[in-house]
Nanobody, 115 residues
Framework: QVQLVESGGGLVQPGGSLRLSCAGS????????MSWRRQAPGKERELVAG???????YYADSVKGRFTISRDNAENTMYLQMNNLVPEDTAVYYC?????????WGQGTQVIVSL
């Protein structure tokens, strides 16, 4: 059974940092590109950052220079280091595994950036 489990969300003040983790199981983690998506209240889900199976990374313009995506294939885990957070980063953050095969979503972890 393929499963993605996120952790690390929470409440943080503007300018603060959080590190999200996504643990994958039930498949060969290293073979797949992975990404982080987020959905803010009243908005559509959007891409935040992605990392290919080769380790190449890409980011939404809104998070470039503040967020860093990485992966540890030995631990079957993907990370999102989020620095200099702003209220607009408030959202539920999901990890996502794309093709080949059926796309898989995690259950999401809430990030709230507020005083």
């Amino acid at each position: 059974q393929v499963q993605l489990v996120e952790s690390g969300g929470g409440l943080v003040q503007p300018g603060g940092s959080l590190r999200l983790s996504c643990a994958g199981s039930g498949y060969v983690f290293s073979m797949y590109g992975m990404s982080w998506r987020r959905q803010a209240p009243g908005k559509e889900r959007e891409l935040v950052a992605g990392i290919t199976s080769d380790g190449d990374t890409y980011y939404a313009d809104s998070v470039k220079g503040r967020f860093t995506i990485s992966r540890d294939n030995a631990e079957n885990t993907m990370y999102l280091q989020m620095n200099n957070l702003v209220p607009e980063d408030t959202a539920v953050y999901y990890c996502f595994r794309g093709r080949p095969g059926v796309p898989v979503w995690g259950q999401g972890t809430q990030v709230i950036v507020s005083l």
